[in-house]
Nanobody, 123 residues
Framework: VQLQASGGGFVQAGGSLRLSCQAS????????VGWFRQAPGKEREFVAR????????SYADSVKGRFTISRDRAKNTVYLQMNSLNSEDTAVYYC?????????????????WGQGTLVTVSS
């Protein structure tokens, strides 16, 4: 499975972005998918994840109520809608696919990783 994350960019605080994670090579429609991020000088952290059928979305407390994860299995794509962005959301965002249909917040649970897309939020 190859994952391509896109949709990052520069946005002012309070703005929105939608990230996409497109899979190729082998369909990942039966795999859980997660989004993680890594800010400069910080550890990579969990952002959100979704199960194979689009159910059981889960979010980090820091983004709950502002971010929404969804997937279109027919398009082999997972999305992360990010609203009310603030400077603390500035990071490189990575999507990752697990080997299983359900997964948790640990990055160790994910086997395939995209290259990352940079989100910069100006205050």
């Amino acid at each position: 499975v190859q994952l391509q994350a896109s949709g990052g960019g520069f946005v002012q605080a309070g703005g929105s972005l939608r990230l996409s994670c497109q899979a190729s090579g082998r369909a990942f429609s039966n795999n859980a998918v997660g989004w993680f991020r890594q800010a400069p000088g910080k550890e990579r952290e969990f952002v959100a994840r979704i199960s194979w059928n689009g159910g059981l979305p889960s979010y980090a407390d820091s983004v709950k109520g502002r971010f929404t994860i969804s997937r279109d299995r027919a398009k082999n794509t997972v999305y992360l809608q990010m609203n009310s962005l603030n400077s603390e959301d500035t990071a490189v965002y990575y999507c990752a696919a697990a080997l299983s249909a359900y997964s948790g917040a640990s990055s160790a649970s994910y086997r395939y990783w995209g290259q990352g897309t940079l989100v910069t939020v100006s205050s």
